[in-house]
């Protein structure tokens, strides 16, 4: 079975200081990664997506992501982060050839000013 | 270009009630999905559709119903609502399996449903 697992629930991090979002994912058949991000009373926008290629895939507002097929890992990253940045992220999978998409439990990002 | 709309944006219902959300996507997406959201479980899938006349039920789907008579249209019932089922729901849809890829989802900015 597949899974997807984001370590954080909350995340604290003061304005302009870099930060690092995790997400690991166990699947034993290919997966496509994404990152969301969900302002409040909003749905879901993706931010970033691994599809194939680079291992590193740029995102929308400065972020990025790394894919690690040894460690199943696709954290999310940002050198410097804003006010505005403060929403909950969700990493999700797709399961290759298939309807599903399997997503995190979210971690909730504040931005300190 | 409205991408998915869900009405209503906000309900409030008593016990025993009945209701259907409705969602619409103008993107021609062959796959459509209903999640509810609570916290700190992140998205649950209630049914999904590959296609115009097919649902199938998905995570989470006992208490709703679903029907995709329009490709562009799918809706959710909750045929005898209870608190249990106080959430935010999320539609989403996503491009036919035919891509060589499979696609990030779109979705709606959901219906805060209350049961009373």
């Known amino acids: 079975a597949q899974s997807v697992t984001q370590l954080d629930s909350q995340v604290p991090v003061f304005e302009e200081a870099p930060v690092e979002l995790r997400c690991n994912y166990s699947?034993?058949?290919?997966?496509?990664l994404f990152w969301y991000v969900q302002y409040p009373n909003q749905g879901l926008q993706l931010l970033l997506k691994?599809?194939?290629?680079?291992?590193l895939v740029k995102g929308i507002n400065g972020f990025e992501a790394e894919f690690n097929k040894s460690q199943t890992s696709f954290h999310l990253r940002k050198p410097s982060v804003h006010i505005s940045d403060t929403a909950e992220y969700f990493c999700?999978?797709?399961?290759?050839?298939?309807?599903?998409?399997?997503f995190g439990t979210g971690t909730r990002l504040k931005v300190l000013a | 270009n409205a991408g998915v709309t869900q009405t209503p944006k906000f309900r409030v219902l008593k016990t025993g009630q009945s209701m259907t959300l409705l969602c619409a996507q103008d993107?021609?997406?062959?796959?459509m999905y209903w999640y509810r959201q609570d916290p700190g479980m992140g998205l649950r899938l209630i049914h999904y559709?590959?296609?115009?006349?097919?649902?199938a039920k998905g995570e989470v789907p006992d208490g709703y119903n679903v029907s995709r008579l329009k490709k562009q249209n799918f809706l959710l019932g909750l045929e005898s609502a209870a608190p249990s089922q106080t959430s935010v729901y999320f539609c989403?849809?996503?491009?036919?399996?035919?891509?060589?890829?499979?696609?990030?989802?779109?979705f709606g900015d959901g219906t805060r449903l209350s049961i009373l």
């Open positions: 993107m021609n997406h062959e796959y």
């Open positions: 999700a999978v797709s399961i290759s050839g298939t309807y599903k998409y399997i």
């Open positions: 691994y599809l194939s290629g680079s291992t």
């Open positions: 989403a849809s996503s491009y036919s399996r035919v891509t060589a890829f499979n696609q990030p989802q779109h």
């Open positions: 699947s034993s058949v290919s997966v496509y």
């Open positions: 559709s590959v296609g115009e006349g097919t649902t």
